[in-house]
Nanobody
Framework: QVQVTESGGGLVQAGGSLRLSCAAS????????MGWFRQAPGKEREIVSA????????YYVDSVKGRFTISRDKDKNTVYLQMNRLKPEDTAIYYC?????????????????????WGQGTQVTVSS
């Protein structure tokens, strides 16, 4: 089992940047795929980005491709989401989650249902 805690959210102007961090604990952290999700008011939770347990494969939803970058530091048990050129429509609560599989398939990495362990979320607000 793994526990995850997000940090790094905040208020930023459109065009600005933020870096979210997800600290994970648990002996088997390195064997989990990790994902970032977001949920805006009145909308369903959606996948933003994910990274495989090996770090070799990354998934991005189309709306963030070229603007967001996911990475993981296994030594620090941390996953990052670097968000650049932020837009007002990126405003949401961002959640980090872990999935106990070793798949490198984009379809699997991008599937919300594969993620079992969730953090409490961090608010990201982008003003226009």
């Amino acid at each position: 089992q793994v526990q995850v805690t997000e940090s790094g959210g905040g208020l930023v102007q459109a065009g600005g940047s933020l870096r979210l961090s997800c600290a994970a604990s648990g002996r088997t952290y390195g064997t989990y795929a990790m994902g970032w999700f977001r949920q805006a008011p009145g909308k369903e939770r959606e996948i933003v980005s994910a990274i495989s347990w090996s770090g070799d494969t990354s998934y991005y939803v189309d709306s963030v491709k070229g603007r967001f970058t996911i990475s993981r530091d296994k030594d620090k048990n941390t996953v990052y989401l670097q968000m650049n050129r932020l837009k007002p429509e990126d405003t949401a609560i961002y959640y980090c989650a872990a999935a106990a599989h070793h798949s490198e398939l984009l379809h699997t990495l991008g599937s919300l249902g594969e993620y079992e362990y969730w953090g409490q979320g961090t608010q990201v607000t982008v003003s226009s």
